[in-house]
């Protein structure tokens, strides 16, 4: 819930301008160009992360803007650096039960249901004990939805960074995760001098 219950998820790609060097719109030759979309439905809710567009996702509120700029307030998911390859063979026990890897970023209408815990386990309850991926997973939950729609909804985005990892020493008794940076877009009133 992003300053607001109705939420949408915007996938952002940056692309080097299409004008050439000297022309009034790319005087510089540095110019680039910001493609925005709206994920609509759930069977694009799995996205993957793609290092040459520099893609970039951002939660937004359906119904709040920035005072100046118009644009939705929301957050900003930072993924650059975090998100690896998943390297665990399709057709093994791991690529199997934990499909979650195969997407950067997952996007999935809420289901409350109290007695089953609604879609709080998006790589199923009880995966140590799969070999399969299990009913209740993201990537069921975005083929079951299908055509629903996944704009301006309650919505669960879920993050998948850092799925390699090389165990070493440091990583004893606890493995420290750094943290995911998820900056404001759109909601400041003022320049934000924060550490």
Same mark, same amino acid.
């Given at each position: 819930m992003v300053d607001g219950l109705l939420n949408s998820v915007v996938?952002?790609? *940056?692309?080097p301008a299409s004008a050439e060097y000297g022309s009034p719109a790319n005087f510089a030759g540095n110019a680039f160009e910001v493609r925005d979309? *709206?994920? !609509?439905?759930? %069977?694009?809710?799995?996205r993957e992360w793609?290092?040459?567009?520099? $893609?970039? &996702?951002?939660?937004?509120?359906?119904?709040?803007?920035?005072?100046? %700029?118009?644009?939705?307030?929301?957050?900003?998911?930072? *993924?650059?650096?975090?998100?690896?390859?998943?390297?665990? !063979?399709?057709?093994? &026990?791991?690529? $199997? !039960?934990?499909?979650?890897? !195969?997407?950067? *970023?997952?996007v999935v209408r809420e289901r409350e249901d109290a007695r089953e815990g609604g879609r709080m386990w998006p790589s199923g309850k009880y995966v140590p004990q799969a070999r399969d991926e299990p009913v209740d997973s993201l990537a069921r939950w975005v083929s079951d939805d299908g055509e629903e729609s996944i704009e301006g909804e309650d919505v669960l985005v879920y993050v998948t960074v850092g799925t390699?990892?090389?165990?070493?020493?440091?990583?004893?008794?606890?493995?420290?995760?750094?943290?995911?940076?998820?900056?404001?877009?759109?909601? %400041?009133?003022?320049v934000f001098l924060g550490s």
């Open positions: 996938e952002t790609d *940056v692309l979309r *709206v994920l !609509r439905l759930a %069977s694009e809710g799995a793609d290092a040459s567009t520099d $893609r970039r &996702w951002r939660i937004v509120s359906t119904g709040r803007r920035h005072y100046a %700029s118009g644009q939705p307030t929301g957050y900003a998911i930072g *993924v650059k650096g975090g998100a690896t390859a998943a390297l665990p !063979r399709a057709d093994g &026990w791991v690529g $199997r !039960r934990a499909t979650f890897v !195969r997407n950067a *970023v997952w390699t990892h090389i165990p070493r020493p440091e990583d004893w008794p606890v493995y420290v995760l750094p943290p995911l940076p998820l900056p404001p877009f759109s909601f %400041s009133l003022g």
